[in-house]
């Protein structure tokens, strides 16, 4: 999947093959690598390829179709979403429901001193 995507942002960006690899200093034939599935990319090079789309690490992986992470900035929209992970982890409903208790504890808190 993410030989795919890295072809289609580049040609979006109607690059070719050698000026999408100069600009995160890999010659032309690595980065055809990458788009022909040969080579993976590092974590340190998919970061630089999201960097250089603009779009997540998630996205070039082919994880998600949202190209800039989630859409949603409420948070608990987020939580309700099936399949969280964290460093590839999938995360676990009784460990959601701590965060999600932090989380509201903090917003109490952030309430109460604005209040203040």
């Known amino acids: 999947?993410?030989?795919n995507r890295l072809r289609e942002l580049r040609k979006e960006r109607g690059w070719t093959l050698e000026q999408a690899g100069a600009k995160i200093g890999l010659r032309k034939s690595s980065y055809a690598s990458y788009e022909s599935k040969y080579r993976k990319p590092t974590m340190e090079r998919l970061n630089q390829l999201s960097n250089l789309y603009g779009v997540s690490v998630d996205y070039i992986l082919g994880l998600t179709d949202e190209r800039n992470?989630?859409?949603d900035r409420n948070i608990r929209t987020v939580f309700e979403k099936e399949g969280l992970h964290w460093d590839g982890i999938p995360l676990q409903e009784d460990v959601l429901l701590k965060i999600l208790d932090v989380l509201?504890?903090?917003s109490v808190i952030e309430k109460l001193d604005k209040e203040g």
Do not use: V
């Open 104 to 106: 509201k504890e903090a």
């Open 1 to 3: 999947m993410f030989g």
């Open 69 to 71: 992470g989630t859409s």
